[in-house]
């Protein structure tokens, strides 16, 4: 399969529409609701406790504990379906995946980078999205006000690079008008769940 870009809000960060068909993303729909799979437990923010203003999940090779979420559970056959697609599609490689279930627009992400050194170097992250579009916000520590904002709509997939982490954050923002529900599949390649496997040998 041959994807074209459609858009690159910054270097280093992608998007490719209609990149997962309609049957896989209705599959892995009803497979993440059916699983019950996503916990809504409170985030802790500096010692804080917060309501989640999400639910999340998340699924790997092996089970993984990572410090303030529910342990992993293992690829569903939707997911490693989902996984494999986008892993060859970009000649990439995943072995977690954290799910984000937005159920309606006052669910949100909010402005945070992702921690790169759970992840393998050089790596690639990739986010697939199902359900009602949803905007994704990037900007630069350097000039928080110049964001770049666009839409992710359901089968499309934003590839972000692992450095990117290091000058922008991202944010998925609340949105006005009423909001379907929306879930997000973050694949990544993290190098912890090596050593977490050798660890436990
Ligand atoms: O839901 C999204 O599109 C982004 C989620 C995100 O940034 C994350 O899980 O780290
Ligand atoms: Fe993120």
Known sequence: MIVSTAFEPINGVSYYPAVVDDSLCERVKTALMDANAHSGADILIEGVR???????????????????MESSRTWTPELA??????????????????ANLY???????????????????????????????????????????DAQTFTMEEGSVVVMDLGVQATHEHSVPKEE????????????KLHILDEYLRQSE
Not at 50 to 68: I, K, N, Q, Y
Not at 82 to 95: C, K, P, Q, T, Y
Not at 177 to 188: E, H
């Open 50 to 68: 917060h309501p989640a203003p999400r639910l999340v999940s998340s699924f790997s090779d092996t089970v993984l504990g990572l410090e303030g």
């Open 81 to 98: 379906e989902l996984r494999d697609l986008v892993a060859s599609v970009f000649s990439l490689n995943f072995n977690y995946a954290l």
């Open 103 to 145: 159920r309606n627009g006052d669910d949100y992400t909010g402005w945070h980078s992702d921690k790169a050194a759970l992840h393998l170097d050089g790596s690639k992250i990739a986010i697939v999205s199902f359900g009602a579009p949803r905007r994704l916000s990037i900007r630069s520590y350097e000039y928080p006000k």
């Open 177 to 188: 008008n009423p909001t379907d529900p929306r879930m997000s599949i973050t694949l990544r």
